[in-house]
């Protein structure tokens, strides 16, 4: 079964931090791009960072720069979303999807169980 799983999250204070996890099985994420969302209470889903196949991050969300930053373990068929300096309205389940190429151009698919970040004190 070809899925991605997200992990990580948890309740963390404001100014805090948290790695989430997106772990491919039934696949190799080697060749394509990996998206990072997140649906807050009451809001649409946003994108926030993508990175393609070749590592290359696209910032999607004004409100995450400079705060979190995306990488990719190909080795261990994993990509990571790094967030720092965590603020309250940060607070949201955060999603992972596969992207149909390597590029974050290229469109994105389902949407997996996703895992919720809390960021209060």
């Known amino acids: 079964q070809l899925q991605l799983v997200e992990s990580g999250g948890g309740l963390v204070q404001p100014g805090g931090s948290l790695r989430l996890s997106c772990a491919a099985s039934?696949?190799?994420?080697?060749?394509?791009?990996i998206g990072w969302f997140r649906q807050a209470p009451g809001k649409e889903r946003e994108g926030l960072l993508c990175?393609?196949?070749?590592?290359?991050?696209?910032n999607y969300a004004d409100s995450v720069k400079g705060r979190f930053t995306i990488s990719r373990d190909n080795a261990k068929n994993t990509v990571y979303l790094q967030m720092n300096s965590l603020k309250p309205e940060d607070t949201a389940v955060y999603y992972c999807?596969?992207?149909?190429?390597?590029?974050?151009?290229?469109?994105?698919?389902?949407w997996g169980q996703g895992t919720q970040v809390t960021v209060s004190s």
């Open positions: 990175i393609s196949s070749t590592g290359g991050p696209t």
């Open positions: 039934g696949f190799t994420l080697d060749y394509y791009a």
């Open positions: 999807r596969r992207a149909s190429g390597g590029s974050c151009k290229s469109s994105f698919g389902s």
